[in-house]
């Protein structure tokens, strides 16, 4: 497990724009790509791994005193950009940034995602609503290994569900990654009418998606809960990234406490520590 950095960093906004709806407008749904730019030598960031996560607020009085948690979605040369969505007093302070907004920021923090070119089983990742953060640089670094074994290696899948299509957000950037991104929303306005397991399902059935695949879920909690009882009942191996509300981000303040289960990998300890031990777990590890 990859060591958390509890080293505060200063950082700068360098760029906020709201995300793109999944036909490219800007969505108007509150969504939005927080590019920032960390203080000092960015030699670490080139090294950063998909699925983990910083603890980021204004440092000019404007945030709350406890910082929030945020996946990284994407590296871009010395900066680091989250995708956000603005709902209580922390993301509405992150929203209101301009350029050159000073930031806190500690990490990065947790485990991420497992390593995508060990096993034979083709990836299914399952994203629901903001849960598609995690998921850009996790399809760039799955990709190569399928790309380089041969051009019709299958996968990875990205399943990438919302209430609606404006909530599709950045829809096109994990399209333009190359893998297939197959959509659903609840409404019905953009893709498949229904969730990412009823998708999953018929694109198994119409033979599209293998039935023995590997999963890595991150979205609502019902949505994970179905996920993992799917994984536990065909015995697929599964990951989930929880969305889980924290205080410190570096695993002293005990908020963020993730039942374990009883002979898992876990289970030597009822609790495990959702921002030290995850955000990424293995399904059979925790009760969601």
């Given at each position: 497990m ?7 960093r200063?950082?700068r ?6 995300c793109?709806?999944?036909s490219g407008a800007?969505?108007?749904?509150g969504?939005?790509i927080?590019?920032?730019r960390p203080?000092g030598?960015?030699?670490w960031?080139?090294?950063l791994?998909?699925?983990?996560f910083f603890?980021?607020?204004?440092q000019?009085g ?6 929030r948690?945020f996946?990284?979605?994407r590296v871009?040369?010395?900066c ?6 603005s709902?209580?007093?922390g ?8 350029e ?9 923090a947790g485990?991420?995602w497992?390593?995508f070119?060990?096993g ?7 994203a629901?609503g903001?849960g598609?953060a995690?998921?850009l640089m ?13 051009p019709r290696?299958p996968g990875?899948w ?5 209430a609606?299509?404006?909530?599709l957000?950045e829809?096109r ?10 959509c659903?929303t609840?409404?019905?306005?953009h893709g498949?009418h229904?969730?990412v397991?009823?998708l ?6 119409a033979?599209r ?7 890595a ?8 809960r179905a996920?993992a009882a799917?994984?536990e009942?065909?015995q697929?191996?599964?990951?989930l990234?929880?969305e889980t509300?924290m205080?410190?981000g570096?695993?002293?303040c005990n908020?963020c ?13 009822p609790w ?9 777990f293995d399904?059979t590890a925790?009760v969601?």
């Amino acid at each position: 497990m990859p060591a958390t950095d509890t080293r505060p960093r200063a950082a700068r906004v360098v760029a906020i724009r709201p995300c793109e709806d999944a036909s490219g407008a800007a969505s108007d749904e509150g969504g939005f790509i927080l590019r920032l730019r960390p203080e000092g030598d960015p030699a670490w960031i080139a090294s950063l791994e998909p699925g983990r996560f910083f603890m980021v607020r204004r440092q000019d009085g404007a945030s709350p005193a406890i910082p929030r948690p945020f996946s990284l979605y994407r590296v871009a040369g010395d900066c680091l950009e989250f995708m956000v969505q603005s709902l209580g007093a922390g993301t509405q302070a992150l929203a209101a940034c301009r350029e050159d907004t000073p930031l806190l920021l500690t990490g990065p923090a947790g485990s991420g995602w497992p390593e995508f070119s060990v096993g034979s089983e083709p990836w299914v990742f399952l994203a629901g609503g903001i849960g598609s953060a995690p998921f850009l640089m996790a399809l760039e670094r799955a990709l190569p290994p399928h790309a380089a074994a041969s051009p019709r290696a299958p996968g990875p899948w990205l399943i990438y569900g919302a209430a609606s299509a404006a909530r599709l957000y950045e829809r096109r950037a994990f399209a333009d990654t190359g893998a297939p991104v197959l959509c659903a929303t609840d409404d019905g306005s953009h893709g498949f009418h229904g969730n990412v397991l009823e998708l999953l399902a018929l694109e198994q059935e119409a033979g599209r998606i293998p039935a023995r695949v590997r999963l890595a879920a991150c979205g609502p909690q019902p949505m994970l809960r179905a996920v993992a009882a799917l994984a536990e009942k065909e015995q697929l191996p599964c990951w989930l990234s929880l969305e889980t509300y924290m205080g410190c981000g570096v695993g002293i303040c005990n908020g963020c406490a993730v039942p374990t289960r009883p002979g898992g990998a876990l289970g030597d300890w009822p609790w495990a520590k959702c921002c030290v031990d995850g955000p990424v777990f293995d399904s059979t590890a925790i009760v969601v």
